[in-house]
């Protein structure tokens, strides 16, 4: 058991530049979840999949954000025309499958938008 | 809609105090609620958990919660801190309908020699 990974720890881009970040979850884990946090601010939650089917988004996630996990297994999510109010940590997490199983964080991805 | 509200940004306790960390929820409906802990320079893990049943939860390195129906609450308390509990702690609140987890803002545990 490696734990959750997530590819690049730290990432800084130019307003309007678009980013993309990897999220491995622990294997065989079902569930994948997409937080955003920001300074002085817990998780966000922005979406999550069963398995490869994204099962809910939420409204903090606009049409500038996309994520995909295409064969069930690591998920991207793109920022499109980033933003400086983009920069946050955005951090993935895994779970086995069964509602309310706990949930295994990465490290996160730190975005600084200049 | 739910919301978690952690009244304490910051703790400061002594080394071997006891400390409380509050949480409070706003529901209509059943809820489950989580405590995750966050040390410097690590990803959040899960303290502890209320999904049902004894309303007392115990998680882990000494950590325990109570849930509160009437009040609302779901305060972590631990007995004696030690220097490796410095950290920041979130409590979390998911409905039953929903599957995702709401966050509170944090609460920062100093612990003073």
């Known amino acids: 058991d490696t734990g959750v990974s997530q590819d690049p720890r730290h990432k800084i881009t130019k307003r309007g530049q678009n980013v993309t970040f990897r999220c491995d979850p622990i294997s065989e884990h079902n569930r994948l979840y997409w937080y955003r946090q920001t300074l002085g601010q817990g998780p966000e939650f922005l979406t999550y999949f069963q398995n490869e089917a994204q099962l809910e988004k939420s409204r903090l996630l606009s049409d500038r954000f996309s994520a995909e996990r295409p064969k069930g297994s690591f998920s991207t999510l793109e920022i499109q025309r980033t933003e400086q109010g983009d920069s946050a940590m955005y951090l993935c997490?895994?779970?086995?499958?069964?509602?309310?199983?706990?949930?295994?964080f990465g490290p996160g991805t730190r975005l600084l938008v200049l | 809609a739910q919301s978690v509200t952690q009244l304490d940004s910051q703790v400061p306790v002594f080394e071997e105090a006891p400390v409380e960390l509050r949480c409070n929820y706003s529901?209509?409906?059943?809820?489950?609620l989580f405590w995750y802990v966050q040390y410097p320079n690590q990803g959040l893990q899960l303290l502890l958990k209320y999904l049902s049943g004894s309303t007392l939860v115990k998680g882990i390195n000494g950590f325990e919660a109570e849930f509160n129906k009437s009040q609302t609450s779901f305060h972590l308390r631990k007995p004696s801190v030690h220097i490796s509990d410095t950290a920041e702690y979130f409590c979390a609140v998911a409905l039953d309908r929903d599957d995702k987890i709401i966050f509170g803002k944090g609460t920062r545990l100093h612990i003073l020699p």
């Open positions: 529901s209509s409906v059943s809820v489950y």
């Open positions: 997490a895994s779970s086995p499958g069964t509602r309310f199983e706990t949930q295994y």
